[in-house]
């Protein structure tokens, strides 16, 4: 017995395998052999695979592992090279078999060598699962597969492997030109070749030694062939197509051609070889030659666009994006053509006016014809320079929307309204909009035409359109405050004039303005609207209460009446604060000498005007006012709307006498109403020289007004309507001659001087030290949604503020600026 210490669990322990050492190699692999020969030659039916698999087992535990494996790699590779290879290289030898046939023979071999590897496989699975396994070696099935690609596909320098590429590509070659096909071989052998798998020796060794990295028969040979030969099919169609010189022909065949070729590749090839075929399909039909056919001059994407061909332009924007998601080649000759077109505007402008001065003259020499056949002298009147420039400038702006609502129907049916695109269109649009450097005042000018006339019986949909379409232009203007400049003067004129065809359109308008800019844009502009709204107010107040005139007459109103011969006369007032209204006080009327009728009216309104406002001071403008009167002539009475200045001429001069042969010369005339010489001849003019108005007789008869010229009442006057309104010569709103402009423009910069100083003194009192550059981009960024000022203007500015000691510099470092309080 063992001691105590000694003791423990005891270990039964299995007996050792008593396995004979002896084992008949030889023996046992001529049945394998046999067996595999008898697979190979599609004999298997007769095989015991269980005793098979024993053989192998057996080999392969006796450590026989590597003979049985060398050993069976041999006799694969021999069956292939002596038996296929053979019977493949014969039929491509024989004249009675097509290429076609070859690839189903090649194919079965295929097929067949695969369920013949599929059966070795399972006999040599303890091989696969020992010995390749420990060893890291192929298995089996994959040593099948290797030893197809060496002694059949690969043999004798590719030799077989060369010819099926060549018919495969024929093939496909065949498809792209319309054939059909067999598309199930060309799939299988294609499918054959990524089953050859490669081993590409690859030097890394600077960064981790050498490794092996595998890819297939087809990457490595094949695909190759492919790119190539692709390549050269998709060079061949591009000349072919260019030589045609349409670009509607390449971008149609074009986009056919991808369709068909994206299908083949879909149908044929691997995903591997899918964004390569792509890629390449689309650097050469599209990348290479589509900016050259878009610039084509009889057929390229200016003429696109001028057609409205949204088809075609579609399809365009579908192959740039295959090879551009920013389209930048599109961007460029986008932006190319919208400059042209802008230069073509112009001409355009210009023909359209010429065409339609040259029917209006057509059709004022019919009425002079028909005139002159009932005995009677018809004048003619013909729009001066500045008539056919303001209808330039609204033409000009038509003919700008015009041109804008194709390209944005063309980025919305063509283009998928891509933001990128959409951006560079506007950006071109502002390019050449700014080039003009009148635009502004074009804009407004169109406003006032839409406002004054051409909006007159629209729809209100339709009046919201064409606001929304001038809210489109506005956002091109880079100088907001020249607009600004040219709004307010064409606004003051219509509601003096009260030109409007209704104060809801006005107001409308300069909502839209305040939403797209702000309210400090429209501040003056809402005051102007205040002003006519108050003066309309204190008008009823002045004429029903202050100089009330018949039942409950008042002092006032009596003075009034008995100065006018005992008849009614009111007065309509605007009273316009000066900083709202753009028009400057005219000295030059303060001299003028007022009718008695019109002065008791004048005197009386003063007086009213100081017990409601005490402290204010009027300062009379009668160029902007209208009179309303009635003319009593032999056989017609007329009343008669004309301007405060014509009035004064005919009140003044002609109607102190009851003899209408009264006369005057045109200096006496302005002897006796001291109205500056510009405006008497320009009113004048109205009432002497224009047709349907002429009050007076000028002697001698001419269109313009001169020294010396004699004036008298017209006693032969006749007109249709008993109420007539005389209309002002050139009281319009037109565009300004150069020198109007430069006034405008000098007026333009002084307003500029006090708003950069002003957001200069905003900033710096709220920071109260900044480094110059920082100033600088501030004042940019506060003064940008009006106008864009230069550095050097800017510096300039704050150079100014420091002599008038608002700022001054930092002592240590000159570029930095402090805030004197």
């Given at each position: 017995m063992l001691p105590n210490s000694t003791r423990g669990r005891t270990k039964i322990r299995p007996p050792r395998k008593i396995l004979s050492s002896e084992v008949d190699v030889e023996k046992s692999w001529a049945v394998l052999q046999k067996a595999i020969e008898e697979i190979q030659h599609k004999n298997a039916s007769k095989l015991s695979f269980?005793?098979?698999?024993?053989?192998?087992?057996?080999?392969?535990?006796?450590?026989?592992?590597?003979?049985?494996?060398?050993?069976?790699?041999?006799?694969?590779?021999?069956?292939?090279?002596?038996?296929?290879?053979?019977?493949?290289?014969?039929k491509l030898a024989s004249s009675g078999i097509d290429d076609r046939?070859?690839?189903?023979?090649?194919?079965?071999?295929?097929?067949?060598?695969?369920?013949?590897?599929?059966?070795?496989?399972?006999?040599?699975?303890?091989?696969?699962?020992?010995?390749?396994?420990?060893?890291?070696?192929?298995?089996?099935?994959?040593?099948?597969?290797?030893?197809?690609?060496?002694?059949?596909?690969?043999?004798?320098?590719?030799?077989?492997?060369?010819?099926?590429?060549?018919?495969?590509?024929?093939?496909?070659?065949?498809?792209?030109?319309?054939?059909?096909?067999?598309?199930?071989?060309?799939?299988?052998?294609?499918?054959?070749?990524?089953?050859?798998?490669?081993?590409?020796?690859?030097?890394?060794?600077?960064?981790?030694?050498?490794?092996?990295?595998?890819?297939?028969?087809?990457?490595?040979?094949?695909?190759?062939?492919?790119?190539?030969?692709?390549?050269?099919?998709?060079?061949?169609?591009?000349?072919e197509l260019l030589d045609q010189r349409s670009g509607v022909i390449y971008i149609e065949k074009v986009t056919q051609l991808i369709q068909d070729e994206e299908s083949r590749i879909q149908m044929y090839l691997p995903d591997v070889s899918a964004p390569k075929m792509l890629e390449l399909m689309d650097n050469d039909l599209i990348s290479r030659n589509l900016e050259s056919i878009m610039m084509f001059e009889t057929d390229g994407l200016k003429?696109?666009?001028?057609?409205?061909?949204?088809?075609?332009?579609?399809?365009?924007?579908?192959?740039?994006?295959?090879?551009?998601?920013?389209?930048?080649?599109?961007?460029?000759?986008?932006?190319?053509?919208?400059?042209?077109?802008?230069?073509?505007?112009?001409?355009?402008?210009?023909?359209q006016l010429e065409q339609e001065v040259t029917q209006k003259k057509q059709e004022e020499e019919k009425k002079r014809i028909i005139a002159e056949a009932h005995g009677k002298k018809l004048v003619v009147r013909h729009r001066s320079s500045k008539e056919q420039a303001t209808r330039y400038a609204i033409r000009w702006i038509h003919n700008f929307l015009s041109l804008k609502r194709k390209y944005d129907l063309v980025a919305e049916k063509s283009f998928d309204n891509n933001i990128g695109i959409l951006e560079e269109i506007d950006a071109a649009f502002s390019t050449f909009f700014n080039s003009n450097n009148k635009s502004a005042e074009y804009l407004s000018l169109f406003i006032d035409d839409c406002i004054r006339r051409s909006l007159k019986d629209k729809s209100s949909d339709e009046v919201e359109q064409t606001l929304n379409n001038c809210i489109v232009v506005f956002r091109f203007i880079k100088d907001k405050d020249v607009f600004e400049k040219y709004y307010k003067n064409h606004l003051a004129k219509r509601l003096l004039q009260q030109k409007s065809l209704s104060s809801e359109i006005e107001m409308n308008m300069i909502t839209k303005l305040k939403q797209e800019i702000g309210s400090s844009f429209t501040a003056r502009l809402e005051g102007m609207f205040r002003d006519i709204k108050l003066s309309q107010e204190l008008s009823s107040d002045f004429n029903n209460r202050f100089a009330r005139q018949d039942v409950g007459e008042t002092d006032a109103g009596a003075e009034i009446r008995q100065k006018n011969h005992g008849r009614k006369l009111e007065l309509d007032s605007s009273i316009l604060t000066t900083s709202f209204w753009p028009m400057p006080i005219n000295k030059s009327m303060h001299s003028i000498q007022y009718p008695d009728e019109l002065q008791v009216l004048k005197d009386q309104y003063e007086v009213f005007y100081d017990i409601k406002h005490r402290g204010r001071n009027l300062t009379w403008a009668p160029n902007f006012g209208t009179v309303d009167i009635r003319i009593h002539y032999p056989k017609k009475t007329y009343e008669v709307n004309m301007a405060t200045l014509a009035a004064v001429v005919i009140l003044k001069c002609f109607n102190d006498s009851e003899d209408l042969r009264n006369k005057h010369t045109f200096e006496e005339i302005q002897g006796i109403t001291q109205i500056p010489v510009p405006e008497l001849k320009r009113h004048l003019q109205s009432i002497s020289v224009a047709s349907r108005s002429r009050l007076l007789k000028k002697t001698p008869m001419s269109r313009d007004i001169c020294a010396g010229d004699l004036f008298e009442i017209n006693e032969h006057f006749k007109s249709p309507q008993t109420r007539i309104k005389v209309l002002t010569v050139a009281s319009g709103s037109k565009v300004e001659d150069d020198l109007q402009r430069s006034e405008t423009m000098e007026i333009i910069n002084k307003s500029r001087i006090m708003e950069t100083e002003a957001a200069v003194v905003r900033i710096m009192k709220a920071r109260r030290e900044l480094k110059h550059q920082e100033l600088i981009n501030e004042v940019i960024k506060q003064l940008l949604n009006r106008f864009k000022p230069q550095p050097s203007f800017i510096k300039q500015r704050i150079e100014d503020l420091i002599e008038k000691e608002y700022l001054k510099r930092d002592e240590k470092d000159r570029s930095i600026y402090q805030y004197l309080a």
């Open positions: 269980e005793e098979l698999y024993r053989n192998a087992y057996n080999l392969v535990l006796r450590k026989h592992g590597k003979l049985l494996y060398d050993r069976v790699e041999g006799q694969i590779r021999k069956c292939l090279s002596e038996q296929v290879r053979l019977g493949l290289l014969n046939q070859f690839l189903q023979a090649l194919n079965k071999e295929w097929e067949d060598h695969l369920l013949s590897m599929r059966m070795i496989s399972d006999v040599l699975m303890y091989l696969d699962r020992v010995y390749a396994k420990e060893s890291h070696l192929p298995l089996i099935y994959d040593v099948g597969l290797n030893a197809f690609r060496d002694s059949v596909i690969k043999y004798n320098n590719n030799e077989i492997g060369d010819k099926i590429i060549t018919i495969i590509i024929d093939y496909l070659n065949r498809s792209r030109l319309g054939e059909i096909v067999d598309k199930f071989i060309i799939k299988a052998v294609i499918y054959m070749f990524e089953s050859l798998t490669e081993v590409v020796n690859i030097d890394i060794s600077s960064v981790s030694g050498s490794a092996n990295y595998g890819e297939n028969y087809y990457l490595h040979y094949f695909e190759p062939r492919l790119m190539l030969s692709s390549h050269e099919y998709f060079e061949d169609k591009s000349i003429l696109w666009i001028n057609d409205d061909n949204y088809t075609l332009l579609q399809l365009l924007f579908k192959l740039i994006t295959r090879v551009d998601s920013e389209h930048e080649m599109l961007k460029r000759r986008l932006r190319s053509i919208i400059l042209e077109n802008g230069e073509e505007i112009n001409q355009l402008s210009n023909e």
